[in-house]
């Protein structure tokens, strides 16, 4: 390597770091919220393919989902999944996101967007999966995952999301005190393309009135 080679390689890694650095300050004068509470409740919707493992056999299946949340930071959420061999059922809960509140108020952010964005989507979600097999069925329901911001404009239209997801679903009969005859516990892991859509809630208005007008 020459030394002019040598020379433009190290001018280049100050710009690309000096890049890095204008852009980490510049978020740093701002809130951190990156506008999700400018509008209070936010609908997600999301489809994509799946994959479910029954028995240790994989079954290829197709995942959507609807989420409303309260301040991006946890609401309910119903999703159905669709399978060939695996089946279909219709989940039922709620979705929790300890890490954007928790990590907001302690003022933990990195001050990279994406970063923040994709660190405090992380969700663990309960509820109950009724099973559309015909014999109307239900279970329980558990699941994690995270959201990894691919657009994301300033207005009614929030993003668009990739969702990476996994969820558990424990149908096995012993657990309701029947004769267990099969494995219905089945683990799904899912990617789905998600638009968020926000609309404004007002929510500083529910707090009740502290002062009385004389």
Do not use: C, H
Not at 67 to 80: E, K, N, Q, T
Not at 87 to 106: H, N, T, W
Not at 176 to 183: E, G, Y
């Amino acid at each position: 390597m020459t030394r002019d080679v040598r020379l433009g390689a190290i001018v280049g890694s100050i710009l690309v770091l000096s890049t890095f650095g204008g852009s980490a300050s510049a978020q740093r004068g701002g809130d951190g919220l990156y506008g999700r509470w400018d509008r209070g409740l936010t609908l997600a919707l999301g489809a994509g393919p799946g994959a479910t493992w029954i028995s240790r056999e994989a079954d290829i299946s197709i995942v959507g989902e609807a989420r409303l949340l309260v301040a991006d930071a946890a609401g309910f959420v119903v999703s159905g999944r669709w399978g060939p061999d695996s089946g279909q059922y219709l989940f039922l809960g709620v979705d929790v996101r300890p890490l954007f509140p928790a990590l907001f108020f302690l003022y933990k952010q990195t001050w990279n967007e994406f970063a923040d964005l994709m660190l405090q989507s992380i969700y663990i979600e309960l509820g109950a999966a009724f099973l559309l097999d015909g014999d109307q069925s239900s279970a329980l329901g558990v699941g994690f995952g995270f959201g990894i911001p691919i657009y994301r404009p300033r207005a009614t239209l929030r993003g668009l999301w990739l969702r990476v997801g996994t969820r558990y679903i424990s149908a096995d009969p012993s657990n309701r005190n029947t004769q267990p005859n099969i494995d219905r516990s089945e683990w799904t892991l899912y990617l789905t393309f998600v638009v968020r859509l926000g609309f404004k809630a007002n929510i500083s208005r529910w707090e009740p009135a502290r002062y009385r007008r004389r």
